[in-house]
């Protein structure tokens, strides 16, 4: 409501996210924030646009029930449908202890985004089917997942040191792109998590010392 032109791919309302099923607390595909964050998310668009792009947001607010959720899968060795495409070169009893999974999360406070940036006039998204051959985040975008983001050097929730914003393995091309994502984020007052490309923080978010429960659906809003 804040701003419709932000295109949204909300991956843990359906399947195609590194657990492969719809995750708890995601009743609808909706990105929910803080008003202030949404605002300054805004003006970011706002931004974006003039140069050609617009975000588009994976995740926003997160339920702590989800954050539970992300805890009772790793429990369970067993469950790695999805490992060929999201964590292909780190064990699944390592995603906790290295940075990649969270919980408590920022995203529960509900002023923290997960997104990239796609062509204004690129071509669409492109339909996931649960099932279909996976490819690991880490290969060439001409290969992995036919995201319509530009080539960020990953996919999204690529559990791999190629995910960090500054690694230095990535082409000069997702290089540049990263770097203008961040000076888009950094200059309406967002803070990149160095572990995740996608990941940032509103730094002043309203309410820093809280973490919400309730589910991501728009009767949360009434």
Same mark, same amino acid.
């Given at each position: 409501?804040?701003?419709?032109?932000?295109?949204?791919?909300?991956?843990?309302?359906?399947?195609?996210?590194?657990?492969?099923?719809?995750?708890?607390?995601?009743?609808?595909?909706?990105?929910?924030?803080?008003?202030?964050?949404?605002?300054?998310?805004?003006?970011?668009?706002? %931004? +974006?646009?003039?140069? $050609?792009?617009? !975000?588009?947001?994976?995740?926003?607010?997160?339920?702590? &029930?989800? @954050? /539970? *959720?992300?805890?009772?899968?790793?429990?369970?060795?067993?469950?790695?449908?999805?490992?060929?495409?999201?964590?292909?070169?780190?064990?699944?009893?390592?995603?906790?202890?290295?940075?990649?999974?969270?919980?408590?999360?920022?995203?529960?406070?509900?002023?923290?985004?997960?997104?990239?940036?796609?062509?204004?006039?690129?071509?669409?998204? %492109? +339909?996931?089917?649960? $099932?279909?051959? !996976?490819?690991?985040?880490?290969?060439?975008?001409?290969? &992995?997942? @036919? /995201? *319509?983001?530009?080539?960020?050097?990953?996919?999204?929730?690529?559990?791999?040191?190629?995910?960090?914003?500054?690694?230095?393995?990535?082409?000069?091309?997702?290089?540049?792109?990263?770097?203008?994502?961040?000076?888009?984020?950094?200059?309406?007052?967002?803070?990149?998590?160095?572990?995740?490309?996608?990941?940032?923080?509103?730094?002043?978010?309203?309410?820093?010392?809280?973490?919400?429960?309730?589910?991501?659906?728009?009767?949360?809003?009434?």
């Amino acid at each position: 409501t804040v701003d419709p032109t932000v295109r949204t791919d909300i991956r843990y309302a359906g399947p195609h996210n590194f657990v492969g099923r719809p995750i708890d607390g995601y009743a609808e595909p909706r990105c929910l924030l803080t008003r202030p964050a949404a605002q300054a998310l805004h003006r970011v668009q706002t %931004a +974006a646009l003039a140069g $050609g792009h617009s !975000l588009k947001v994976y995740d926003c607010y997160r339920p702590q &029930r989800a @954050a /539970d *959720d992300f805890v009772a899968w790793a429990k369970l060795p067993g469950e790695q449908r999805m490992k060929g495409e999201f964590y292909p070169g780190v064990a699944k009893d390592r995603l906790f202890a290295d940075g990649y999974i969270g919980a408590p999360t920022a995203h529960s406070r509900g002023s923290t985004v997960d997104l990239t940036l796609v062509p204004v006039s690129g071509p669409p998204q %492109a +339909a996931y089917t649960p $099932g279909q051959p !996976l490819v690991p985040c880490t290969d060439p975008a001409g290969r &992995r997942f @036919a /995201d *319509d983001s530009i080539d960020m050097g990953t996919g999204f929730d690529c559990f791999d040191p190629r995910a960090h914003t500054a690694d230095a393995r990535i082409s000069d091309t997702a290089r540049n792109n990263r770097d203008l994502l961040r000076r888009l984020m950094s200059a309406q007052g967002f803070e990149n998590y160095p572990l995740e490309w996608w990941h940032y923080r509103y730094v002043d978010e309203p309410y820093p010392d809280t973490w919400f429960d309730f589910p991501v659906a728009g009767s949360s809003l009434r």
